[in-house]
């Protein structure tokens, strides 16, 4: 098991992608969102979830807000008729707007909102979704006695997460066609570990699924790691900033 430091994974996890992949054309540079399935007319979204299991989600647009809006929800989350929870714009690295979803006993918390920063900082598991860049992840954080409280400390803060990425090919449907990771570990001061990963290929087409096999082979544990990393800065610089 290694003991990483945040800072020693600067680079973003579709960086790591683009430079896996860099002789495969892209269909844009930020990559699938959750806005484009609402433009483009898909009903569901499949993923890998934390369980290992295939699942669906799909996006409704709430009326009235605007797509830039960071300080409203922008999006709803539902799986069937069950709606999950509100999606909120949230600006990242490079003045990127991605879509998330925070949801801290069922609710949907506001990352532009103090007091609703204030509960995730001191709550002891959180759920945490990522609708862009590319891709999908779902992650819930839990810790003894508090997020913030055991990120600064040894006693750590455990991560449980999946990641799904899609777009990979310019003329390939993005819904059945994907990779998904799925990582565990532990954060603990500004160093995390992972004590185990899986990583695999979503596709019925043979050479999808050889080319992209053979690149996790090539990648090794760098994606992980990355998604790891980026996480724990999430925490780090949103929740206990």
Known sequence: MKILKFSTLACSIMTLIACAHANTPGKNSDGWN??????TGVYERHYVDLDSQIKSISFEKIAGASD????KPVLKARRGSKILGEIYQQEFSGNRLIPVMYLHNGKSMNPSNEQDLKKLAN?????????????LSHAVFTA??????DFKTQQ???FNM?????????????????LTYQ????YAKDTFSIDEYSAG??????????KYTDSIKQNGDKLPNANAAEKGRMIEQVICH
């Open 162 to 178: 999946s990641s799904n990425y899609y777009d990979l090919e310019k003329n390939t449907s993005s819904v059945d066609n994907y």
């Open 144 to 149: 003894k006695n508090g997020i913030c409280q």
């Open 123 to 135: 709550a002891k598991t959180f759920e945490y979704y990522e609708f862009g860049q590319g891709r």
């Open 34 to 39: 959750a806005f484009e399935d609402i433009s």
């Open 156 to 158: 750590g803060v455990h």
């Open 183 to 186: 990582l565990n570990g532990m």
């Open 68 to 71: 830039s809006d960071m300080k």
């Open 201 to 210: 290929v979503i596709s019925e087409d043979k050479a999808f699924v050889e």
